[in-house]
């Protein structure tokens, strides 16, 4: 099993833009995917990617303002997120499966603690 940290959330005003980082430990030849869960809210998908990173997909809200990607090098995966709107405010978890990509979170068995994203307007 790997561990997962993510890191890189904070507070940005609408417009604004982050970039969430996922420091897995142990192997990288894993299927990775980022969630995300509003107060209130079901988890829902995000984007993921796979292992080779030759293949991306995203729900439609991140399509055009989000962008997934890993340095398998360093272990590490990466969700660019620009344009931010506030219905964006989220806690964002990575996770990894060694399965091919899916959008369901029940596919995923190592997920990270979260990093909170809150975007003001």
């Known amino acids: 099993q790997v561990q997962l940290v993510e890191s890189g959330g904070g507070l940005v005003q609408a417009g604004g833009s982050l970039r969430l980082s996922c420091a897995a430990s142990?192997?990288?030849?894993?299927?990775m995917g980022w969630f995300r869960q509003a107060p209130g809210k079901e988890r829902e998908f995000v984007a993921t990617?796979?292992?080779?990173?030759?293949?991306?997909y995203y729900a439609d809200s991140a399509k055009g303002r989000f962008t997934i990607s890993r340095d398998n090098a360093r272990n590490t995966v990466y969700l660019q997120m620009n344009n931010l709107k506030p219905e964006d405010t989220a806690v964002y978890f990575c996770?990894?499966?060694?399965?091919?990509?899916?959008?369901?979170?029940?596919?995923?068995?190592?997920w990270g603690q979260g990093t909170q994203v809150t975007v003001s307007s």
């Open positions: 990617i796979s292992w080779s990173g030759g293949r991306t």
């Open positions: 142990g192997r990288t030849f894993y299927t």
């Open positions: 996770a990894a499966t060694l399965s091919a990509s899916s959008i369901r979170g029940s596919d995923y068995n190592s």
